[in-house]
């Protein structure tokens, strides 16, 4: 370690905000908030985008949102600054523990920008519960609590710890894919969905129910460049799932 790096070092132990010293990608060093805040796995996807330049990144662990810098010193040295955005936090549903639709607008375009900075396909679906109706007029609203919260254990079963699942009221679910091979990547996890929310649901020690799942897909960037349109597309594809004979998906288009 020269003298110019250690001095760099001690600059960056005395900062207010997060950050780490790389070399070649590999971390060399961190400073206590980083230690105390972060985990250096979960920068691995910063590495992936332009080696200079600012960006927004979530905590998905704390729901903390963070302004990222980052400043190539020369051709091995990286330096990341992470500055917490205290007026920005991820919101869950309370029911169901999923993200809340409140979040859904920022963190979507939050996605949406990297996947333009990086060239990369990423899926929305939207998910209607079909027979979710039936259940809270037979066995009640507790009964359909139980079901809403059943549903969401088993989408996050399904999608990757990279991907979104957010509850956006009722019966409704969007699942945002951050990246994907193609678009037969967004079908294959619409497929995993259905069969895994079609699956019987214990109510009690008598009683058990089923329910479906209607989803449509619209997927960036063949189906639009703005997430309003792509949220639309995918809403409309799932009411034309629901008119072809409910629990399937369709894409749009």
């Known amino acids: 370690m020269d003298q110019g ?20 990608d590999t971390v060399v060093f961190v400073n206590d ?12 996807a910063l590495l992936q985008s332009k080696p200079e330049g600012s960006r927004d990144w979530v905590h998905k662990a704390t729901g903390t949102y963070y302004s990222v810098k980052r400043i190539s010193l020369d051709k091995e040295l990286r330096v990341l600054f992470f500055i917490e955005r205290k007026e920005v936090r991820l919101v869950t549903d309370p029911l169901t523990g999923l993200l809340h639709r409140e979040t859904f607008p920022r963190l979507s375009q939050q996605v949406l920008n990297e996947a333009k900075a990086q060239e990369k396909i990423i899926g929305f679906l939207f998910i209607d519960l079909d027979g979710f109706k039936t259940v809270n007029d037979t066995w009640g609203h507790d009964s359909g609590d139980l079901v809403l919260r059943e549903t969401a254990v088993r989408i996050s079963h399904v999608i990757r ?9 009722g019966d409704e ?19 995993r969905l259905i069969s895994a929310i079609s699956e019987p649901i214990v109510l009690s020690s008598e009683a058990q129910v089923r329910i479906g799942a209607s989803i449509g897909i619209s ?7 703005e997430v309003e349109d792509l949220l639309q597309k995918s809403d409309e594809a799932m009411y034309r799932a629901k008119k072809l004979g409910k629990n399937s998906y369709q894409l749009h288009g």
């Open 5 to 24: 790096e250690n001095h760099l070092r001690t600059v960056l132990a005395h900062l207010d905000f997060a950050s780490c010293l790389m070399r070649n």
């Open 33 to 44: 908030l980083f230690k105390n805040n972060l985990q250096e796995q979960e920068i691995s």
């Open 161 to 169: 710890g990279n991907d979104h699942g957010f509850r956006m009221g």
């Open 173 to 191: 679910f969007v699942i945002l894919l951050d990246g994907v091979k193609d678009r037969m990547h967004s079908c294959l996890v619409a497929r």
């Open 219 to 225: 997927t960036f960037p063949s189906d639009g460049n």
